[in-house]
């Protein structure tokens, strides 16, 4: 579990410095402003390697540098480590190596790491397979470092030469389903917790797809019949392969900590990034709180889970409400400021009751939830109300006339503009 992160001269942000609530930190600002690259600074903390680094075919994922080389650049963290240790750690970017050096060692075991990039690829640090001593008594060859799974490999699989790493979505799905042993059982759990709210997505009949293809493929069944699952939905296709990895990490975790003998772990550091990427809106409303009841569930109640997740959805933010818990849960903000600068800070969770008021909040700054050219009328409106604004009467009708084809006529604001147009005489 992260506790603190502290940055200088790294990424868009020149200093950053943040203590981490232990269940939920949600993450919002405008594009480009370093809501993913924090994302994957956290994941370097936790696990001591970009995840560029270690899968070069990644879309995105970046490779911390210094945004000013001539300065000093260091990553400073400290994490609660399985032991319920406290470390800290410090790594400085050396300008002739052109990489971070830091304390000699394998990284603080701080429990299962799994992140959920944006793009459809996924991340996961297992203690049990990438956690290893170096071979000093024993002839232990170098270990991967963490496993990074592009979009693609996440379907089909992913090789180390002979051997496979991951069979892949497609293929573990079938095994898993013909076998239905624990790994069908917690997919199939996790499904139904990942639904949307009006329907539950559930595993059908496999079925071919054409007469050049012998691949049996997994389908899920929709209210309108059994789909394949290479055409469903964008979003359909995203919570699966979510729900396919949390399953994957999970059941390949117990394995080799039993192989191994060792413990499972027992803490779940969790990073997602956009948690509401090609989702209807009725699904974001319910999707950050199913994720952290799924995985909760999913570990047992003796497990930590902590969340870190960003999101671009009011939807998202307006479903906290339900459960947002300040003793265990924190708000971040990524903000531009005068001169080109980027803020990060930590807010206040206040209850803002619907979507649009959120719009309009810290974090999202939006002026208005309407569309661009009502909001304009609107202002237009606003200012030729006012006193010695020097609007004649016959271009407060033509602005008014306008708002009627623009908004709706029970619209709050058209219903005020109304009012006051009559009071004054400008309109019937």
């Known amino acids: 579990m992260l506790n603190f992160l502290e940055t200088t001269n790294v990424g868009p942000i020149k200093r950053l410095s943040v203590s981490f609530a232990k269940r939920l930190n949600v993450l919002t600002g405008d594009n480009g402003l370093g809501k993913t690259f924090f994302l994957d600074t956290v994941w370097y903390a936790m696990t001591r390697k970009w995840p560029a680094e270690v899968n070069q075919n990644l879309f995105s994922g970046l490779v911390g540098r210094p945004q000013d080389p001539t300065s000093e650049s260091f990553i400073r963290f ?175 975790h117990r394995k080799a900590s039993q192989l191994r003998g060792v413990p499972t772990a027992s803490q779940v550091t969790f990073l997602m990034d956009e948690v509401e990427a090609h989702l209807h809106p009725r699904w974001q409303k319910k999707v950050l709180n199913s994720i952290l009841a799924a995985i909760g569930e999913m570990y047992g109640e003796g497990a930590d889970v902590q969340v870190i997740a960003s999101t671009h959805s009011a939807l998202v933010m307006t479903s906290l409400e339900d459960t947002f818990d300040k003793s265990r849960d924190k708000w971040f903000d990524f903000d531009s400021v005068d001169g080109g600068a980027i803020s990060f800070e930590e807010r206040p969770f206040e209850k803002m009751g619907s979507s649009d008021s959120w719009l309009t909040s810290e974090a999202f700054d939006l002026t208005s939830p309407r569309s661009p050219e009502s909001e304009a009328l609107l202002k237009e409106m606003n200012d030729a109300l006012r006193e010695n604004s020097g609007a004649t009467p016959e271009r407060i009708r033509n602005i008014y006339n306008e708002l009627l084809q623009k908004l709706s006529p029970l619209d709050e604001d058209l219903f005020v503009i109304r009012h006051i147009c009559k009071k004054k005489g400008f309109i019937e």
């Open 78 to 252: 400290n994490l609660t480590t399985e032991h319920d240790n406290h470390v800290d750690y410090k790594a400085t970017f050396d300008r002739a190596e052109q990489g971070w050096v830091g304390q000699v060692g394998r990284p603080y075991n701080a429990g299962l790491v799994i992140y959920a990039l944006a793009d459809g690829s996924f991340c996961v640090w297992d203690p049990a397979r990438n956690y290893w001593r170096n071979g000093a008594t024993a002839d232990i060859q170098e270990r991967r470092p963490a496993f990074v799974f592009s979009s693609r490999e996440i379907w089909e699989g992913q090789k180390d030469g002979d051997k496979s790493v991951c069979n892949g979505l497609l293929a573990d799905m079938l095994k898993w389903q013909d076998q239905k042993g624990s790994e069908f059982r917690i997919l199939e759990n996790l499904l139904v917790n990942l639904s949307p709210p009006d329907f539950s997505l559930k595993i059908s009949t496999p079925t071919r797809l054409s007469v050049d293809d012998v691949r049996d493929i997994p389908t899920i069944a929709m209210p309108y019949g059994n789909v394949p699952v290479l055409h469903a939905s964008a979003g359909i296709r995203r919570i699966l392969a979510l729900a396919y990895c949390l399953t994957w990490a999970y059941s390949e």
